[in-house]
Nanobody, 127 residues
Framework: QLQFVESGGGLVQPGGSLRLSCVAS????????IGWFRQAPGKEREGVSC????????NYPKSVKDRFTLSRDNAKNTLYLQMNVLKPEDTAVYYCAVDRNPYADACTLVPRRYEYWGQGTQVTVSS
């Protein structure tokens, strides 16, 4: 069964860093486009990064570009999200998910294109 388990969230002060992990089971990460998403209370889920299958390209929205870095360890079947210079507006539950289209050559930050969502990990940025 295809499944994601996210971890690494916590409470951090503004300007701090966290590294989130997303461990996949039931399939091989490298064969699919995978995305990181977040959802703050009262807001819609938004994409914060995605990586194409075979790691050819990584995309970020402007809100996190140059602060967040996505990486993949194929040996561990794990996706990471390194988050630096965190801001209070980064507070949210963070999720990873897989693109519904296994043949996609690109990756999108649109949540409805993804499925098999993990349970999420809470990130709180506050002083």
């Amino acid at each position: 069964q295809l499944q994601f388990v996210e971890s690494g969230g916590g409470l951090v002060q503004p300007g701090g860093s966290l590294r989130l992990s997303c461990v996949a089971s039931g399939f091989t990460l490298d064969g699919y486009a995978i995305g990181w998403f977040r959802q703050a209370p009262g807001k819609e889920r938004e994409g914060v990064s995605c990586i194409t299958k075979n790691s050819k390209r990584i995309n970020y929205p402007k809100s996190v570009k140059d602060r967040f870095t996505l990486s993949r360890d194929n040996a561990k079947n794990t996706l990471y999200l390194q988050m630096n210079v965190l801001k209070p507006e980064d507070t949210a539950v963070y999720y990873c998910a897989v693109d519904r289209n296994p043949y996609a050559d690109a990756c999108t930050l649109v949540p409805r294109r993804y499925e098999y969502w993990g349970q999420g990990t809470q990130v709180t940025v506050s002083s």
